[in-house]
C-alpha cells in the first residue's frame, strides 16, 4: 500500500497534508495525539472516505488489497452470541459455505474467543469486545488490517491480553494500529508513522525515537525547569523527596540521563530538534 500525498480537508480544517509512505506487510504504528488525523488517514486508506487530494495505490501491481478495519468504538448486535455474529459477517461477505465454520473457528481460535463462542455480545467485557472486533475484522483472509485505538477503554489486564492477540495476529497479516499510547505497540511494531496536525512528521523504528531527547533530560529536585519551556516527563519519590524529570527544549551536555522512548516522542510533538 502506498499514499502519494494524501490530503484530506473538511471545510476549513485541514486534517492531513501531504502524507506520503509505503507499508507493506508489516506491523506499523500510527502514533499521535487526539487531533492529530490518525482516524482520517485510516478511513482514507481503507477507502471509507475519499481524499480531498493524493491517492492510495496498491503496491502489488494493480490488485486492489482486501482489508479488514476495526473502528475506534466498536459495537454490534447484542443478542447476537459470538459465533453468530461471525457467521452473520461471514454470509454478508458471501464466504463459501463450506470454509465458513472452519474460517470463523481459527479466527476465534486466534483473538482467544473460543470459550465465548456461545457468550451474547451484550454479555461481553470491553477487552472481549475488542477481540471480537479484531476476528470479524481477519474474516475473509485480509492483507491489511486497520485497527483504530484497538485498546481505547480497557484495563492494564485486558490491554495486555489485546496486545498479545495482535503479536500472533500481526503473523497472518499487515497490521496498521493507531493509538496515542507508546506501550500499545512497543514491542509490537516494526515500524511507527507519527503525526502531528495532519503532517507526518516521523517514519522509523520505534526503538529510534529516544534519540529526539538526548542530551534534553533534565532531573531536578524542583520544578523549576518548567519555566525554561521543559516538559514533565515523570517523577519518583523515595525519603520524602522527589526527581523530576523534564525534556528540555535546547540540548546540553549538563543533561547526561538516558532519555525512554516516552521522553524522545515528547521532544518529537514539542519540536524540539537541533
Known amino acids: ?72 468504538h466498536f459495537s454490534f448486535l447484542p443478542n447476537l452470541t459470538v459465533w453468530e455474529s461471525l457467521t452473520f459477517l461471514e454470509i454478508l461477505e458471501k464466504i463459501n459455505r463450506a470454509a465458513m465454520d472452519d474460517e470463523i473457528t481459527s479466527v476465534m481460535d486466534l483473538t482467544n474467543l473460543s470459550d465465548y463462542r456461545d457468550v451474547r455480545v451484550k454479555a461481553l467485557s470491553g477487552g472481549t469486545l475488542r477481540r471480537l472486533g479484531i476476528a470479524q475484522a481477519l474474516l475473509g483472509n485480509p492483507d491489511t488490517v486497520f485497527l483504530d485505538e484497538p485498546t481505547a477503554g480497557l484495563d492494564i489486564e485486558e490491554r495486555g491480553k489485546l496486545k ?48 529526539f531527547a538526548a542530551k534534553r533530560i533534565c532531573i531536578s529536585e524542583d520544578e523549576s525547569p518548567l519555566g525554561l519551556g521543559g516538559i514533565a516527563s515523570g517523577s519518583s519519590f523515595a525519603d520524602g523527596k522527589g526527581a523530576y524529570r523534564f525534556v528540555m527544549p535546547n540540548a546540553s551536555s549538563d543533561y547526561t540521563a538516558e532519555p525512554t522512548i516516552e521522553e524522545g516522542y515528547l521532544a518529537l510533538l514539542h519540536g524540539f530538534r537541533d
Open 164 to 211: 498479545s492477540v495482535l503479536s500472533r495476529t500481526k503473523e497472518k497479516c499487515g497490521l496498521l494500529i493507531a493509538t496515542h499510547l507508546i506501550e500499545d505497540i512497543a514491542g509490537l511494531c516494526d515500524r511507527v508513522f507519527v503525526l502531528k496536525e495532519g503532517h507526518l512528521i516521523f517514519s522509523g523504528k520505534i526503538e529510534e525515537m529516544h534519540l
Open 1 to 72: 500500500m502506498i499514499a502519494v500525498n494524501l490530503s484530506k480537508k473538511y471545510g476549513k480544517k485541514q486534517a492531513l497534508r501531504g502524507i506520503n509512505f509505503e507499508m507493506g506487510q508489516e506491523c506499523v504504528g500510527l502514533l499521535g495525539p487526539n487531533g492529530a488525523g490518525k482516524t482520517t488517514l485510516i478511513k482514507c486508506l481503507a477507502g471509507f472516505i475519499n481524499p480531498s487530494s493524493g491517492e492510495v495505490v496498491s503496491s502489488t501491481g494493480g490488485a486492489r488489497l482486501k482489508i479488514g478495519y476495526l473502528p475506534q
